[in-house]
């Protein structure tokens, strides 16, 4: 099974930023990520054995964090293969806390960029991909929400493109604590 570590975006949020932003990407050289799997990534772990799973709930479930606020606003790339929503809040939390996975995990992977991929380069050359980039940049979205867990998601890669399921919630211990009356 091919797992990853993400924040889920809310509902009302995806539901604007796929004829916001996305809608304003070609599809001939862009894929565009469906609106219900637009999440900000914060560790991927990769291809590991079904039986493994259990471990790896149990080694998140550990990790600790406070709520945060996050605003996604202002577009960007990763030059020639990905079209991405940033966050100017809560991008400093995302990275702490996807450092917390990552540990957690054993996993060595690079920091993060907290990001919203919004589209992946199918076969654009640099010009297209300039022209296809210029428009997201300029637009002036924004959009606030509370991250107040991450997920454990699988990914089933199908011709017709990722389809991802959550297979576990890790709520913040914030949030756990206002639930409970602390």
Known sequence: MRLFVGIEIPKEIREKIAPELSLKIPRREFKIVEEK??????CFIGEVPEESA?????????IKFASFRARLEGAGSFPGRVLWLGLSDGAKECEELAAKTRHALGVQEERLHAHVTLARNRHAEDEEFARAESPIKKMKFAEEF???????????????????????????????SRDSGS
């Open 54 to 62: 259990p471990e790896i709930k149990s080694r998140l479930s550990e």
């Open 146 to 176: 509370e991250v107040r867990a991450f997920s454990l998601l699988q990914s089933r890669l199908l011709q017709s493109g990722p389809v991802y399921e959550g297979l576990a919630v890790f709520p913040s211990s914030t949030f756990l």
């Open 37 to 42: 799997n637009l999440h900000i990534t914060l």
